[in-house]
């Protein structure tokens, strides 16, 4: 069995000696920065030890003990920050909720873990709770990061700052930091819920030191300069952002502006001018595709200027990641490719960008290069939540796209024989919460984490190949069992067959084969006319029927789980065409590429129009 190791592992450690030590090292005025009133306003290091140390003596006179688990529902702001590090110091296991969720996933979250209080951003989230909060015996206290109107949360921040402060014994710093530092490397410092195939999300355990560990050896791998600054927009409740763009940047010093909203992250990127970025393929995806549009669509002059230059870029890159240097006629025409059109998308990311990572889902070679022909590089990595997350990354020294680059100092990369691949290292999770069974599966006896993605390694260069579980990964990053949403479409006697599609795309869709008895029944007694199945699923009140059918049993579902295009199929699936087993099941990369030129007209459909009507093929 073949291993690579990235080198020795870090010292163990807690992030709670990571936030004392960031604040004793750098003791910036611009910690955080957040928008408010359209303009980006510091928080200083000192400010936020402060409000850290407030909080965490409400949550003590509340009642919160080491071991407890205590929620945060909340889009990226400076309150999230306060609230994390304000359990992490009490001894306290934070919960991450994404606020995206529906009520009844939250009631889930928050019942499994047995959270005793729950830290919410807004009116709307603090409704959510106050809706299910019957649900939830072990719910005392709801804190609001906002001011809303009584019986939707116990406190506001500030109400629940003042508590903590009034609460503080006159040698308050010394001891919360006593406190905070008592708190070992094993300690388990947070839960994170994802998707299982069994329709039940899983609270994943990370230790301290799980995530501590790779905060130390992504530090090594990636340079910070210690006057870098950020623009922090994925979820925190997301693993990516929470160890790279919370835990790693304020341990380096970097500056964190909050973004407005993902909606607000081109302007906002113009104004805070970020060094470094974090994000999934989503975004990088987005920003190609404005840059090619308005290459390709501003006259024929500018689109021939365009043509040329991304030519160009491609023969200087070639040359570039051979290990070469670009001489000659081809560094001359390059340096008016830069001037002429290059140039552009790198005052479009605020023109300081030194690198970009990209992990949570593949990022395609050829986007990837074009940035790195235009001066951006993009250093692709790869991880789980159950990994904390990395476990391979592109460096600036070991870059090669098309791979996930090489695994992390402390890490361990095995191959097993059926291509899955293995990991081993400090930054594996204990397991998850209240699952042992689902844990060993998952980790096997001799330490190895079981991804359940197929891959290659070649000069330690790791290449994801192909996923060995069923479950999708959309082009953001967000994890989706098929299989329970599925099986919630089919509920509807009006369908036969569903198949969620949606790996590596923007958004999730359903291939669906109506019941045609059923579906021919009530188009009938509507009096529609029609001659086969190729005309019914064509009707326009067959397509409305069939969307309402389908999608009337997901009410629940997060917004990313819910498919946005319905495509009806006039046939059934095939043992002899190979999409389903012997005993029926759907082979689900079958119906994939069997249907790939269907799936692809629709999503290039969304792209054209932004609607997102069912469809008939």
């Known amino acids: 069995m073949l291993v690579v190791n990235g080198g020795p592992r870090p010292e163990p450690g807690t ?89 009844s996933q939250i009631a889930y979250i928050l019942k499994d873990s047995g959270a005793m209080a729950i830290f919410v951003s807004t009116v709307e989230q603090a409704q959510k709770v106050a809706t299910i909060r019957h649900q939830l015996p072990t719910l005392r206290c709801v804190v609001s990061f906002d001011s809303v109107e009584s019986g939707l949360a116990d406190f506001s921040m500030a109400e629940f700052e003042r508590r903590g402060a009034e609460d503080e014994p ?27 195939t069994t329709g039940e999300p899983k609270g994943v355990m990370l230790t301290h030191d799980n995530i501590h560990s790779n905060v130390a050896a992504s530090r090594e791998m990636i340079p910070f300069v210690g006057n870098d600054v950020a623009l922090s927009f994925l979820p925190l409740s997301h693993i990516l952002e929470r160890m790279a763009g919370h835990y790693l940047m304020f341990a380096t010093g ?10 607000t992250v081109p302007d906002d990127m113009l104004v805070v001018r970020p060094t470094l970025m974090i994000s999934v ?61 290059f140039s552009k998308l790198r005052t479009r990311t605020g023109g300081r960008l030194r690198y970009m990572v990209s992990g949570g889902a593949p990022l395609s070679a050829e986007i990837n290069k074009f940035f790195y ?19 391979a990354v592109n460096t600036p020294s070991a870059f090669r796209i098309g791979t996930v680059g090489m695994a992390i100092p402390g890490v361990s990369i095995s191959i097993a024989e059926d291509g899955e691949i293995l990991v081993q290292g400090p930054n594996v999770m204990v397991g998850y919460y209240n699952k042992p069974l689902m844990t060993k599966e998952a980790i096997d006896s ?10 290659v390694l070649n000069d330690g260069f790791l290449t994801i190949t192909d996923r060995k579980k069923e479950l999708l990964v959309t082009a953001g990053g967000k994890n989706i069992a098929p299989q329970p949403i599925e099986a919630l479409m089919k509920r509807s006697k009006f369908v036969a067959e569903a198949v969620l599609i949606g790996d590596r795309r923007k958004f999730p869709m359903a291939l669906v084969i ?41 009410g629940d579902l997060a917004h990313f789980e819910t498919p946005k295009k319905v495509t009806l199929l006039p046939e059934d699936f095939s043992v002899d065409r190979g999409e389903l087993t012997p005993t029926l099941k759907v082979k689900r990369r079958v119906i994939d590429d069997h249907y790939k030129h269907l799936i692809d007209a629709v999503y290039s459909d969304v792209e054209a129009t932004g609607s997102a009507p069912v469809e008939r093929h």
């Not at 001799?446 to 891959?455: A, C, P, V």
């Not at 008895?517 to 086969?532: C, H, I, M, P, T």
């Open 15 to 103: 992030l709670n000696q990571l936030f004392f030590q960031a604040i004793e090292r750098y003791d910036k005025p611009d910690a955080l920065q957040v928008k408010i009133g359209g303009r980006y306003e510091p928080i200083s290091h000192r400010a936020m030890l402060e409000r850290v140390r407030h909080v965490a003596y409400a949550l003590q006179w509340m009642g919160a003990k080491p071991g407890d688990r205590v929620a945060i529902l909340s889009e990226n702001r400076p309150e999230w920050a306060i609230a994390d590090f304000a359990c992490l110091t009490t001894g306290v296991t934070d919960v991450a909720i994404y606020p995206t969720l529906p009520d």
């Open 170 to 196: 006159p040698d308050a710093a010394a001891r919360h930091r006593e406190r905070a530092l008592q708190v070992r490397p094993n300690d388990i410092a947070t839960f994170l819920y994802t998707s299982g």
């Open 254 to 263: 970097t500056s964190i502006a909050y973004a407005e909203s993902t909606a």
């Open 281 to 341: 393929p989503r975004l990088y995806e987005k920003m190609y595709g404005r840059v090619v549009e308005t290459g390709m669509t501003g006259g024929e002059v500018k689109k021939r200027i365009f043509v040329w230059a991304r030519a160009t870029g491609d023969k200087w890159a070639d040359v570039k990641l051979a290990g070469d240097t670009p001489r000659g006629v081809l560094a001359l025409k390059y340096s008016l490719a830069q001037r002429l059109v």
């Open 373 to 391: 022909a235009a001066g951006l590089t993009i250093l692709e990595g790869y991880g789980l939540t159950e990994t904390s997350p990395v476990v």
């Open 446 to 455: 001799d330490g190895w984490f079981h991804t359940g993605d197929i891959g």
């Open 514 to 554: 109506p019941d045609f008895d059923q579906l021919e029944k009530w188009a009938r007694y509507k009096g529609l006319v029609f001659s086969d199945h190729e005309t019914l699923i064509a009707l326009p009140e067959v397509r409305a029927k069939m969307e309402r059918e389908t999608l009337s049993s997901l």
